[in-house]
């Protein structure tokens, strides 16, 4: 059956190295195009390229085979004409923003949102005489009195530490409403578990760094939503703001997404248990969990494995971290392994406009990842550290 000629091995060579071929060989796994231009085989057709008349990949910030592969996954998965990925989830957050907001503009965000986004908010967009209203996501009437003339109204669902769960359909109605555009950063519920363009979100972000990725190996960010403004921001991104994902990544991206709705089970269904676990538990004062309370908002079809939870007073926080041998001291989140971040750490980093406060950060609190190590072993890991951390 292997009766290849030499003829044939440069067809399949060339069919390889065809920037529209993404299944050579009938591969199942697609080749990574790790390169980082394309060549032109007349002068007419680099012309064209140039003139926009014709569109193929010319350079890897632009356009490249193996990013767009996992662009147009992402784009299925979230139900969007279009997606663009990035060198970081802060690189997607703030080239959408950067994208749509002039000097005089407002835009409206929950309060809590990722403090890196806080950052980008409080120091960059300021500087370009942006101004932020911070509003409560959970309060709809306070929404409202918030929206009216603002730009852009930035979501997260749920947001970071506290994980306030919000109803994005009906955030997305009321600034629909304004004409207000919205954006949601959605890593924490994934597409598999919050679909916002289908609730009304013009744009869904993520940190492909966490979920998407899967496996801690790749950082990187995404973003998702109608064809006309995928190309505004790509219209900012491809000339001059340039963090944009590279081949590699987006094969690491891609290769996560497979395994992702199984993934994502797995955390909720562990995550649950070892929340619950510690909800029973006499040191600990409260859990933030979205899954724990009421039902969840509309929308929202299941949850993840990254949850915060607050001691009582007498438990050294400090002791406790030490005493954990599953869970390992952290940052990041959504691969496979289960990780710890005690919130007076953060509050010892964050000072002036960066304080932790914002965050609703107290320094009894701990923010916990459930990796993939299973409910078990996780709960006897953090019964036994509470028991050595207890004054
Ligand atoms: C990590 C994170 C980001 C930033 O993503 P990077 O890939 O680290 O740049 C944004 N939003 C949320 C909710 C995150 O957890």
């Not at 390229?49 to 979230?78: C, D, H, I, Q, S």
């Not at 603002?150 to 955030?171: I, K, N, Q």
């Not at 289960?338 to 750490?345: D, E, N």
Request: net charge negative.
């Amino acid at each position: 059956m292997n009766d290849l000629s030499p003829d044939d091995d440069f067809e399949h060579a060339r069919l390889l190295l065809a920037h529209d071929e993404s299944h050579a060989f009938d591969a199942v796994v697609p080749p990574i195009a790790q390169t980082s231009l394309f060549t032109f085989g007349s002068f007419q057709e680099m012309e064209e390229t140039y003139l926009g008349r014709r569109v193929r990949p010319t350079y890897t910030r632009g356009l490249n085979p193996t990013v767009r592969f996992f662009e147009e996954k992402l784009a299925g998965l979230e139900g969007t004409e279009d997606a663009m990925g990035f060198a970081s989830g802060m690189g997607a957050i703030s080239s959408t923003v950067l994208a749509f907001v002039e000097p005089g503009d407002r835009i409206v965000a929950v309060r809590h949102v990722y403090p890196d986004a806080y950052r980008l908010f409080e120091i960059l967009l300021r500087r370009l005489k942006v101004e932020v209203t911070y509003v409560d996501g959970l309060d709809h009437d306070a929404v409202a009195k918030a929206l009216p003339g603002a730009r852009l109204f930035y979501m997260e669902s749920p947001t970071s530490w506290v994980m306030d769960a919000h109803d994005v359909g009906a955030l997305a109605g009321l600034a629909r409403d304004h004409g207000v555009m919205t954006v949601i950063d959605n890593s924490w519920a994934t597409p598999v578990f919050q679909k916002p363009a289908q609730l009304g979100v013009d744009l869904v972000i993520h940190s492909a760094s966490k979920y998407l990725g899967g496996h801690s190996d790749v950082v990187a960010g995404v973003v998702a939503g109608t064809r006309a403004s995928i190309a505004t921001i790509r219209a900012h991104t491809y000339p001059y703001l340039g963090a944009k994902l590279s081949p590699f990544d987006a094969w690491l991206l891609a290769r996560g997404l497979r395994t992702l709705p199984l993934r994502m089970r797995a955390h909720e269904a562990d995550a649950l248990l070892v929340a619950r676990h510690l909800l029973a538990h006499e040191a600990v004062e409260s859990v933030q969990h979205p899954g724990l309370g009421n039902a969840l908002p509309p929308g929202l079809t299941g949850t993840s494995g990254l949850f915060s939870f607050t001691f009582r007073e007498g438990v050294d926080v400090a002791r406790f971290a030490d005493a954990l041998e599953l869970f390992k001291l952290g940052v990041s989140w959504g691969g496979h392994e289960s990780l710890c971040v005690p919130g007076r750490v953060v509050l010892s980093q964050n000072q002036g406009p960066n304080s932790g406060h914002a965050f609703g950060i107290s320094p009894r609190s701990v923010r916990l990842h459930v990796g993939l190590e299973g409910a078990g072993a996780l709960t006897a890991d953090l019964d036994a550290a509470i028991g050595a951390a207890t004054l």
